[in-house]
């Protein structure tokens, strides 16, 4: 490290105005740099799913359990263990469901005491690995001191168990003793998983989006790297036309309206009366959902769908014609129908149209809105971008996300790297300029934050525009496939028309010249480094394992719409001291079966790496940060006994 300016150790010995504040620092990072790293839980793909997402948070893909079995396994029976787990999981619900099935108060007592003990212990043991201070931080501000005092060993009284006893049987003597228990399992979850990733795809398909939304603001410790599905509802939320009409023609298509209207407060009526004028007398055959909804929900539903759908078509057709920058023409599919005949050209071979009922489109301009469907998107417009909920959803987003995340060896990402079929970057022009590799990354991430917060008109515009880019361009590093056949799935019956093939890095990715050269780019070189991302649901029978454990695919299928697909319901990746597993869950049941049979997600764990020494915050990027602090701190020193720097007042 280089010598320190003059300049820069005045400023340090504010912080530190004499050798002993300096020396007590240096003891204390030095003393931190040998406790073992944080446990990292990685999720993608969680596409809305509330309910599986939910649980698998709380119990830490396993982790949870591992370390209960840890402090139990060998004096608890298998049903205490599974009652624990749960009430760490799920507190509340727990205690409700035993204070029903337990009527006598002395019974109810002894329960709160023998759980009370357990939690501790557990909280105990899970907080060995980390300092005083943090633990401190992380307890439940209502009963930190307690549970200090509870989970500390003292060394100072004679009779522990008395005291801890009397601790415990004050806290149930008051009437405390539910919202300590809930306090306990919070510290306990938060202790076991020290930060979260999330590797993009919150949106989309699910019900409860927004409810997984508000936990995650909630979480102690995250980064999100964007997906494409996220990045829809981003450019919805700031008014982007063919963003707004592709989230609501994906909720209509799952049947699943009702996040926008209960979850959001958007005002859909106006598009309902329209989708019922228009279309009332129209089957919409080719525009039915994957939802169960009943009979008169579920018409209203599809006309809503083909009516969205149009629109979507219309307004995307407007985008490409107004960025030809965007090499985009070819999806232009709106002016390429023949009104005569209701068929389309496409790559020399004609085909009929699956619906010819098309009384908003004008053959002359077919990309034109009518006045009808005008007015509808500037009512959702301004419902999207006048949304208090969503915009405060969207803004933590852009403050927590990002394209790319380089944490602790990892390179995170959601979808892919634009690559030449060599292997080698790909070069994509973006607004006039050639961009490619980690700096396509880093452009695209500015143009994101352009379209929220950018004052120029200009910059503002290209921003909305480029997010619809990232959702749906075949060189976007979100998408990855050579075209997004909407208009093909819907409009036309041959399946070849609907075929989505994968771009360069789905074929390359088992090259581990090209996975060494990504890595490279992003400043990640040597063993135990890998790229970890989602987007591609994991099919059955392949492997998440890629390029000899340097890149891991953690999608499984978190959706229900790829149960059948996957045969499992999602990965996750857990990442502690002592190595990665990766692990593969089964469909989740319930949260009510959870809690009223203790029935957890069956989970398979799989060591992708392990380690014979324990890995320590010195292996990590915090580390690297604590030994660049002492160094500084030991250069200070330095020149307090060089007398170069004068000591000041402690």
Request: proline share 3%; with cysteine.
């Amino acid at each position: 490290m280089e010598k320190l300016d003059r300049h820069y150790l005045e400023r340090l010995s504010e912080l530190y105005p004499t050798i002993a504040d300096a020396s007590t620092e240096i003891i204390n990072l030095s003393s931190i740099l040998n406790l073992p790293k944080g446990t990292e839980h990685f999720i993608t793909d969680i596409h809305g799913e509330y309910e599986a997402f939910s649980h698998v948070i709380r119990n830490g893909s396993g982790a949870v359990r591992k370390k209960i079995n840890e402090v139990y396994g060998r004096t608890l029976p298998e049903k205490d263990i599974r009652e624990l787990a749960t009430l760490v999981y799920y507190p509340s619900e727990k205690i409700e469901l035993v204070k029903k099935e337990i009527t006598d108060d002395s019974e109810m007592e002894d329960w709160y005491r023998v759980m009370l003990y357990r939690l501790i212990e557990v909280c105990k043991y899970t907080s060995s690995k980390y300092t005083r201070s943090k633990v401190r931080k992380a307890m439940p501000a209502d009963y930190a001191y307690v549970i200090d005092e509870l989970i500390t060993e003292r060394s100072d009284i004679q009779d522990k168990e008395a005291y801890y006893e009397e601790i415990i049987n004050t806290i149930i003597r008051i009437g405390r003793s539910e919202s300590f228990i809930k306090a306990l399992a919070e510290l306990a979850r938060r202790l076991i998983v020290d930060h979260l990733h999330i590797l993009g795809d919150i949106y989309d398909r699910g019900y409860g989006p927004d409810d997984i939304m508000d936990v995650l603001m909630d979480y102690h410790s995250l980064d999100i790297q964007w997906g494409n599905h996220d990045i829809e509802w981003m450019g919805a939320a700031c008014g982007q036309l063919a963003c707004i009409a592709n989230v609501i023609r994906n909720s209509a298509r799952y049947g699943n309206l009702d996040i926008l209207e209960e979850g959001y407060g958007i005002n859909l009526l106006p598009l309902a009366t329209f989708a019922q004028k228009t279309y009332g007398d129209d089957p919409c055959t080719c525009f039915q959902t994957k939802g169960e909804l009943p009979g008169e929900e579920r018409e209203m539903n599809v006309r809503i769908h083909k009516a969205i759908s149009i629109i979507q078509f219309k307004v995307e057709g407007q985008i490409v014609k107004r960025r030809p920058e965007y090499d985009m023409m070819d999806r232009n599919l709106l002016e390429k129908i023949d009104y005569d005949t209701y068929t389309i050209k496409l790559d020399g071979k004609t085909y009929p149209l699956r619906d010819t009922n098309l009384p908003t489109v004008d053959p002359k301009n077919p990309n034109a809105l009518s006045l009808e469907e005008e007015y509808v998107m500037e009512r959702l417009q301004s419902a999207f971008m006048g949304c208090k909920r969503l915009q405060r959803h969207m803004q933590f987003l852009l403050r927590k996300g990002e394209l790319y995340t380089v944490y602790n060896g990892n390179l995170l990402f959601h979808g892919c790297m634009p690559l030449t079929p060599d292997g080698h970057f790909k070069e994509v022009n973006l607004y006039g300029r050639i961009y490619k590799g980690r700096a396509l990354y880093d452009r695209l991430d500015t143009l994101v934050r352009r379209a929220f917060f950018s004052r120029d008109p200009v910059h503002r515009e290209q921003g909305k525009d480029i997010l619809w880019w990232i959702w749906c361009n075949k060189d976007s590093p979100l998408f990855g496939k050579e075209k997004m056949a909407t208009f093909e799935r819907y409009m036309i019956e041959d399946k070849e028309t609907q075929k989505e093939n994968k771009t360069a890095y789905y074929l390359l990715r088992d090259n581990e010249e090209v996975v060494d050269r990504i890595l490279k780019e992003f400043g990640l070189e040597g063993p135990h480094k890998h790229i970890i991302n989602g987007h591609v649901p994991v099919r059955r029978g392949d492997s998440p394992v890629r390029c000899n454990g340097k890149l891991l695919v953690i999608d499984g299928g978190f959706s229900k719409a790829y149960h059948g697909t996957t045969g499992i319901a999602g990965y996750t990746l857990i990442y502690n001291s002592r190595g990665m597993r990766l692990v593969a869950h089964e469909p989740f049941t319930s949260m009510e079966d959870a809690i009223r049979r203790g029935r957890d997600i069956h989970s398979d764990a799989v060591a992708v790496e392990s380690y014979e020494v324990r890995q320590c915050i010195a292996d990590t990027d915090i580390g690297k940060k604590l030994k660049q602090d002492i160094e500084e701190l030991e250069q200070l020193l330095e020149a307090y006994r060089s007398g170069e720097i004068v000591e000041g007042d402690s």
